[in-house]
């Protein structure tokens, strides 16, 4: 009889212990992954070779489980040419950047309704937790295209893909 009093007891020890390493202070911390677009119409460039595109794009859907970001970074972004009919495709040297960290610099060949492949952001350049404010980004692209566009009026779309951790 006592030493199964004794194995209780070892056993409700035990039991304690693991489960007050269980415990975490603080608030709970979870990773979210989402993609979010941004839709650039590009006027008045017709023969101009300089593409400079400014926008605000809302990331707040990624807090809905949480109130606040602990970290946000930039996995991956895809651009695709929309409604141009300037024939052929726009070819140049591309910069992207959110709240004014670059994100990627380098030579894009862009064809109308087709996506380009998924441009990956390295690590040491993804983190954008510092450029979001009020639950909103600023993108922006510049680009200098080898030949002079041939269209008036265009749209360029930006897929991002985001890993968020909120609390």
């Known amino acids: ?4 009093k004794l194995m209780k007891t070892v056993l409700l020890l035990c039991a304690v212990f693991v489960f007050s390493n269980c415990e975490e202070d603080g608030p709970i911390q979870f990773a979210v992954v989402d993609e979010f677009e941004t ?3 590009v006027t008045g460039l017709k ?3 300089q593409v ?3 926008k605000s794009m809302d990331v707040s859907d990624l807090l809905d489980n949480g109130s606040k970001f602990v970290s946000a970074d930039v996995e991956s972004v895809i651009i ?7 024939g052929g495709t726009i ?10 960290k670059p994100l990627f610099n380098q030579s894009l060949t862009l064809k109308s309704g087709v996506p380009s492949s998924a441009i990956t952001i390295p690590s040491g350049s993804s983190d954008i937790l510092s450029s979001i404010t009020g639950g909103n980004v600023q993108v922006k692209l510049n680009g200098s295209t080898a030949s002079p566009i041939s269209d008036n009026s265009f749209t360029l779309n930006l897929k991002f893909k985001i890993k968020a951790v909120v609390e």
């Open 1 to 4: 009889m006592k030493k199964i």
């Open 39 to 41: 839709n650039a119409t």
């Open 47 to 49: 023969g101009a070779q």
């Open 52 to 54: 400079d595109i400014d």
């Open 80 to 86: 695709t040419l929309k409604d141009y009919d300037g």
């Open 91 to 100: 070819t140049g040297n591309f910069d992207l950047k959110i709240g004014g």
